[in-house]
Structures are given as structure tokens and as C-alpha cells.
């Protein structure tokens, strides 16, 4: 049986967080939890409510053995003090990824979103989704639901948008992440869930060895800002094919203009969906040869962003007090393309009065 094992109080931040915007106050701190969700097979995932952050994955390798193989910290200040703020796990929103210089029209209104990422705006804003303290509900006794109401003119969005993620853990090991979300003014919703893995363990040097398919024949290149050219680009024969299973850490030092700008991978794959889009299907699959673990990705999404930790240098120390070294975590981040409201030519990410969005995406652990 599947349980949820325990609520613990996470850690009451002393201090209020102050945004124009999102408006974090001390009491919203004070209902900051961690929740376990364990199933019967000793796998446990533990999730925050302070930006429906997964702060611990704990998964067998081939003989048995756990390993915490996500980044991220006990405590709930270390997230709110990390340097450059990583996006350690959690769900970032209400638009993850970029959107260029965070600016938009819907029905010939121009909107013009906080810009915090160079001149563009990314995950969200300065106070996204990740952080900030959402409502979390015990759903049965393997389910976590969260909910989330971002206001009106949050970080520059239309629309009282009113946002639930539930985090689902099967006796199959699977981790199955159900966003839904509505508005009352049409507006750009992109959720996604920006765990960092590495199946060695977290703190266990880097990801370069993990051997990772992904489910895609072409990718979106960017521009050195990050953000999309618009064209979807065939992978063959470029670092980025991963149609067949390769190490991380093979042709990521080729000479290639895209590696250069992204410094690394950094970028959307478009994922193969034969047809059924909005269906479920495999956008991922990563193995570790050392631990035997195995993580598979699947969604409903069109797109899922890799990226390989090129912004990790060592400053941030985990849970094990050991350094998230460069390259030390990847992320899996399914989604709709980056930059979406700026660009005709990728699927839509408007969602307007009266529509639901309803996206999701399964994390499957293995081993082999
Ligand atoms: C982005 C990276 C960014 C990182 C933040 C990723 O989703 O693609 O460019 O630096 O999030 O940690």
C-alpha cells in the first residue's frame, strides 16, 4: 500500500518575502510542510508546499540500495538563499522557460512581464511559481495535491489563474505529476516540473556519464539570449541526436554554435508524438551504468527542455553537504515550446476563459 507517511513542518522562514507582485507574507511562511509520499516498494519522494518543490527522490539502484538522486536542501531557507535560485525541483510556472523580453500581445493588448533573466523573462518572473507557498491537500493516501491562485497582473500576467499540481506515487514507481489550470482572462500557462537529476545520487559529481534518449528528431535552436529562432531543426548528425541512447558527456564539447550559446544543453527537443498529440508518450530515457538506475520521462506535452546543469559551479552544497558540482544534475523539463506567445509557429500556450489546461507528465524509476 501506498501511503502518505508523515507531515513535518518544513521550516518557518522568520523573515517576510516581499514582491509588487505575489505578495509572500510571514504567515504564508508559516504553512510551509514537507510531505512524504512513500509507496510499497520503499521508494519516497518528499514535496514542499513553498513552491510545490520535490526536495528528495529516494530510489534502489540494481542491488537494493537507496540513493537521494534529486538536487535540493532540507531546509526551506537554503532554497530561499541559494545563490542564482536553480529552480531545485520545483514547478515553475506560470510560464516556464523563456519568453523574450518578456513581452507579448494578446488581441492587440501588449503585456510586459518582470525580466529576470538578462533581457529576457524566464520561469515565471522574479517571484514565480516556485516561489511561492501553495495550498497542499492529502489526497487518498498516495497523492498530494497543491493548488495555486496567481492573481491578475502577477509578474505581468492577464488573468486570475488558478493553478493545481498533484503529485501521484505508484506501488509501479511511478511519479505522476497532473498540472491543471483555468482563467477568467485569456493568458500564456506553461507548467512544468524543474527536478535536477543525477542517478548516481545527488552531490555525486556529474551527469556527463548518464546515457539519455530522448524521443526527438528535431529541437528549436536559439538565438545567444536562449530564445527560440523559431525553425525546428532535424538533430541528425549534430551533438544534439539523441535518438539513440549516448553519454551526456560525448559530443557536448564538439565546436557547435547551439552548444556555445546554451553552454551546453540547454534547449527544447520536439518531442516525436506520431500523431498523438496531447497524448501520452515517451519523451525520455536515462540510465546511469555505475547505479543500474533508470529514469523515464513520459507526456503529454510537445516538448521537453534538457538541460544539463552548465550553470552549476560548486557554490551550492546539498543535502548531503557535498557540492552540485558543474554539469553535477540534468533536467527533464516538459513542456510547450519556450517562447510560445512570441511565436506563430509553435502549438499554442493561450489558454482562455472557460478552457481547462490539463497536462501530464510520469517519472518512471528503474533499474537494470
Ligand atoms: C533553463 C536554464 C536555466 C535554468 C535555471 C533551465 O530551465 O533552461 O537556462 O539556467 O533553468 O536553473
Redesign the pocket.
Known sequence: MMRLAYLTPFLLLACCLQSASAQVTSQDFDKIMLYTLKNSNGLTIKVTNYGAIITSILVPDRDGEMGDIALGYDSVEDYTNAVDK??FGAVVGRYG?RIAEGKFTIDGEDYTLAVNNGPNH??GGVIGFDKVVWDAKPVGDNSLELTYVAKDMEEGYPGNLKCKVTYTLTDDNELKIHYEATTDKTTPVNLTQ?TYFNLKGEGNGTILDHELMLNAKKFTPVDEG?IPTGQLVDVAGTPFDFTTAKPIGRDIEEADEQLNFGGGY?HNWVLDKGGKDGEMTLAARVSEPSSGRVLEVFTTEPGV?F?CGN?LDGRLTGKAGKPYVYRGGL?L?TQHFPDSPNQPNFPSTLLEPGEKYDTTTVFRFSTE
Request: include cysteine; charged fraction near 15%.
Open positions: 536553480p529552480y522557460n524566464l520561469h524543474h536562449l540547454d527542455q538541460y550553470f533536467c523539463e
